[in-house]
C-alpha cells in the first residue's frame, strides 16, 4: 500500500478512534506527525477535563485528566502500529496546555518498539503504560511536567528524537 495512504488512514483512525476519550469528552488533538522510514514521531495535546467534572475538586478532576492522558498515549501506540506496518520505532509525546500566553509543557514521552511485552495480565493503567516504554512523572495520579532538557513544546518541535530512539 501507498506510505501516504497508510499515514492518511492512521490519522483517520485518530479521529475515528479517539473522537472521546473515555474520561473527557474533549476530542483528540494531534500536533504532529512524522514519519521517517521504519520511524515514526507523534506528539499531540492532552485533553482537558471534561465539562462535567466541573463539580469535582480540582484534584479528582486533574487525575481523570492524567488517566485520560495515560489512555490516550497507549491507544496511539496500538493505533500506530496497527495502522502503519512500516514502523519499527516510535516516540510519542503527550503536552498539556500551561498558563495563559505561555508554551505547552511536557508530559508523557516514550520510545515504544513494535514488539510489545506481555501486559495481558497487567491491571494497573500506570504499569502497562511503564511497560509500553512511556516516561513519565505521577504525583498522587497527576501528571506532572517533565523536568530538564525540552520541556516546552516549542523547544523541541525542530528537534529530531526519533532518529537514534531505540526502544
Not at 65 to 91: G, H, K, T, Y
Not at 109 to 117: F, I, K, V
Not at 134 to 142: K, N, P, R, S, W
Amino acid at each position: 500500500m501507498n506510505p501516504f495512504w497508510e499515514v492518511a488512514d492512521f490519522i483517520r483512525g485518530l479521529g475515528r478512534e479517539m473522537r472521546f476519550g473515555e474520561l473527557s469528552r474533549a476530542p483528540f488533538q494531534l500536533l504532529r506527525l512524522e514519519l521517517r522510514g521504519e520511524a515514526l514521531a507523534c506528539d499531540w495535546m492532552a485533553r482537558p477535563p471534561d465539562i462535567w467534572d466541573a463539580d469535582l475538586r480540582p484534584h479528582q478532576r486533574e487525575r481523570n485528566v492524567s488517566e485520560q492522558a495515560l489512555r490516550d498515549a497507549i491507544r496511539v501506540r496500538d493505533l500506530a502500529f496497527d495502522a502503519l506496518p512500516q514502523v519499527e520505532s516510535a516516540v510519542l509525546r503527550a503536552f498539556r496546555s500551561s498558563a495563559a500566553r505561555e508554551p505547552p509543557e511536557l508530559i508523557l514521552t516514550g520510545a515504544a518498539g513494535r514488539e510489545a511485552p506481555p501486559i495481558l495480565r497487567v491491571s494497573s493503567l500506570v504499569m502497562r503504560a511503564k511497560l509500553y516504554g512511556f516516561q513519565f512523572e505521577l504525583e498522587d495520579g497527576i501528571l506532572q511536567a517533565l523536568k530538564g532538557k525540552g520541556n516546552g513544546i516549542f523547544e523541541v518541535m525542530n528537534e529530531i528524537y526519533f532518529q537514534g530512539a531505540t526502544p
